[in-house]
């Protein structure tokens, strides 16, 4: 068998001679770095324990610059706005048992959210594996039992040798599409154990293609050209997939509104004559959607909150684009390809008939007005005054991250993103905490604009710590509290279900002096001045917090 080295890197005289006198002093832990390295990356997260001191050794060797966040999690929910905004890999340096497993929850926001976190996680000495009671300190029985139903795919080490191959392993598996956390695990051994392997380079791990069977796009492209009634449902995989402006093409070209989920903020232009919006939580919007002949959905399982809490039935037919190939069909019987989605959004623009449809924009135009009616009939003016001075005050251009907040809650409907890839939230798996330490990712992948925060009081207080680590890399964030004394939208629920709340009324801090405690300038403001004061900390350099006291309430669902 012959073989083709052509391709393969040629090293000059001198990287030769560095290859064969390695320098002294590396050990596992610098095959981590030199081979995240070698892969492109440049900022790492985490957060050190003793099993993993061997890479955060290795870390003051090498120029990957570290963002060090204050509990696991929060580290986790940095990794993935990185890779979010990026739409690169975001390495994520874990110590074993309680350092791994704190960071489960953003891990299955990045699986839910299809964010390239690749997890490092460091293990107990290699002697102590295989399941036997040894007493190790952290020690789990099985550990990547814990993450194996959460991240795409698990890659073990256990020598020095299998650093390089793994790590490139994952994160092939973190980029191929769908995007999505991945997982290594490294014996403390090995990575304490000094090396003689030669510097690793020319690292290659690039991602599979996936692109759409022509046979399917021949079929989906037929049904949409002779559609009477084309809608398109995009979803977070339009963004994911950089696919924003293929969309739009391909919605144009068929004169067919476009409704954009909540993970598909901003995929489609808020105020174009076609944009259905975000009002996916709408009877109005699901008769529309139902109605139509021909439903596109891209990027989107079609899951709870896509389909109005599983009261969508589509009487079309329904042709599905998904990456994830258990989320075809799921939902819905539908003409399925399992592609990415700018791949199978390019060839449907190539494949399909030009239609034009003159009553379409009057047909969204109607929806639009039906939605505005209804929420104008519910005395809901201050809920929508705070939404107005948010968007006001937020540059077009500076991404926004939202926890799980009544707020939130309106502006995964309400809220014009304006721009692709700009408004993220954790409605993929629906953890509080997310908002403020995925902006520190956001603005560490980007200092050069404002990132804007947006908790309520309950779910500040997961990252309250986080002040510190966004003041010591003094990085260009805000965070907007609103603060209505709990967890609103769980007080919501439990009223409207039986009545009377529990366990959701909290004791909270005075949220802007103890924000300056950590050197953090603060403002207490009210819906009157929100738009000033935000612009304003938005507009000053390093972190910032506004304060809005405030009892919002949330629009009535339609789907009971």
Not at 457 to 485: K, N
Request: aromatic share 6%; charged share 20%; proline share 7%.
């Amino acid at each position: 068998m012959s073989h083709d080295h052509d391709d393969r890197p040629q090293l000059t005289a001198a990287q030769a001679a560095a290859v064969l006198n390695p320098p002294a002093g590396r050990n596992g832990g610098d095959l981590v770095v030199e081979t995240l390295q070698g892969l492109g990356a440049t900022t790492v997260f985490g957060l050190p324990g003793q099993h993993a001191l061997g890479m955060f050794d290795a870390l003051r060797r090498s120029s990957l610059r570290y963002v060090g966040l204050r509990v696991e999690n929060n580290a986790g929910f940095a990794a993935d706005a990185y890779g979010r905004v990026t739409g690169e890999v975001a390495p994520l340096l874990l110590s074993t048992g309680p350092g791994a497993l704190t960071s489960l929850a953003a891990l299955q926001e990045a699986a839910a959210a299809s964010a390239p976190v690749l997890a490092i996680s460091s293990q107990i000495p290699t002697a102590g594996l295989g399941g036997g009671r040894h007493g190790y300190l952290h020690e789990l029985r099985d550990q990547q039992a814990s993450v194996r139903d959460i991240v795409k795919s698990v890659h073990t080490v256990r020598t020095a040798s299998q650093i390089p191959s793994a790590i490139a392993a994952a994160w092939e598996s973190a980029l191929t599409a769908p995007h999505g956390p991945v997982w290594v695990e490294i014996p403390q051994d090995v990575l304490l154990a000094g090396t003689t392997l030669p510097v690793v380079s020319a690292m290659d791990a690039t991602p599979r293609e996936l692109y759409p069977r022509p046979e399917l796009t021949i079929a989906a492209a037929h049904l949409l050209s002779h559609a009477e009634r084309p809608v398109i449902i995009a979803g977070g995989g339009v963004v994911r997939s950089d696919a924003s402006g293929k969309l739009r093409a391909l919605a144009e070209k068929l004169d067919a509104p476009v409704v954009t989920t909540f993970g598909g903020k901003g995929a489609f232009p808020w105020e174009h004559p076609l944009s259905l919006r975000s009002w996916l939580e709408d009877r109005h919007t699901t008769d529309f959607l139902e109605d139509a002949d021909v439903l596109l959905v891209v990027g989107s399982g079609l899951g709870e909150l896509s389909s109005n809490y599983y009261t969508f039935r589509p009487r079309g037919r329904v042709i599905q684009i998904e990456a994830d190939a258990g989320k075809l069909e799921s939902n819905h019987p539908a003409l399925g390809i399992h592609s990415d989605a700018r791949e199978a959004l390019a060839d449907l623009l190539e494949a399909v008939e030009r239609r034009e449809d003159p009553d379409a924009a009057e047909r969204v135009r109607t929806v639009l007005e039906k939605v505005r009616v209804r929420i104008e009939a519910q005395d809901l003016s201050l809920e929508q005054q705070v939404l107005a001075a948010v968007r006001e005050a937020l540059p077009d251009a500076a991404p926004s991250f939202w926890d799980m907040t009544i707020l939130a809650y309106w502006a995964w409907s309400a809220f014009d993103a304006r721009r692709p890839n700009t408004m993220h939230s954790a409605q993929g798996a629906g953890g509080l905490g997310y908002g403020f330490p995925a902006a520190i990712g956001a603005a560490a992948a980007d200092p050069t604009k404002p990132v804007l925060a947006v908790s309520g009081d309950g779910g500040a207080m997961y990252s309250i710590a986080e002040l510190a680590t966004a003041r010591q890399y003094d990085l260009p964030l805000t965070w907007l509290i609103v603060d209505d004394g709990g967890y609103g939208i769980l007080r919501e629920y439990m009223t409207g279900a039986f009545g009377e709340t529990t366990g959701t009324e909290l004791a909270r801090p005075d949220f802007v002096a103890l924000a300056e405690s950590f050197g953090v300038p603060a403002v207490r403001t009210s819906p009157e001045s929100l738009a000033a004061d935000l612009g304003k900390a938005l507009a000053a350099p390093g972190p910032s917090v506004v304060v809005l006291p405030a009892l919002l309430r949330m629009f009535e669902p339609t789907h009971l």
